[in-house]
Nanobody, 116 residues
Framework: QVQLVESGGGLVQPGGSLRLSCTAS????????MNWYRQAPGKQRELVAT???????NYADSVKGRFTISRDNVKNTVYLQMNSLKPEDTAVYYC??????????WGQGTQVTVSS
């Protein structure tokens, strides 16, 4: 079992920045992928960013150049630095832990609201 605790959400003005954190605890595998997803009201959950144990990253086109995912393998923590935020970034953000063969865990979500 793996527990994920997210933090860092809040209200920010357009153009502002936020940094989300997600810390994993429990039966952590040595190799795992961490993802950030988001879900806006009335929309499907979408993958925002991915980072592997080795540090390879991938981003949704909508956040490329604005968001940066990183991780601290010692602390079992993944971060999402979000810059130049737009109103359309408003959503509940979830972290997700994936490990072979079928370990798939989710955090409780943290609200990000971008509004003036």
């Amino acid at each position: 079992q793996v527990q994920l605790v997210e933090s860092g959400g809040g209200l920010v003005q357009p153009g502002g920045s936020l940094r989300l954190s997600c810390t994993a605890s429990g039966s952590i595998r040595s190799i795992y992928t961490m993802n950030w997803y988001r879900q806006a009201p009335g929309k499907q959950r979408e993958l925002v960013a991915t980072i592997t144990t080795g540090g390879s990253t991938n981003y949704a086109d909508s956040v490329k150049g604005r968001f940066t995912i990183s991780r601290d393998n010692v602390k079992n923590t993944v971060y999402l630095q979000m810059n130049s935020l737009k109103p359309e970034d408003t959503a509940v953000y979830y972290c997700n832990y994936l490990a072979f063969p079928a370990y798939d865990y989710w955090g409780q979500g943290t609200q990000v609201t971008v509004s003036s």
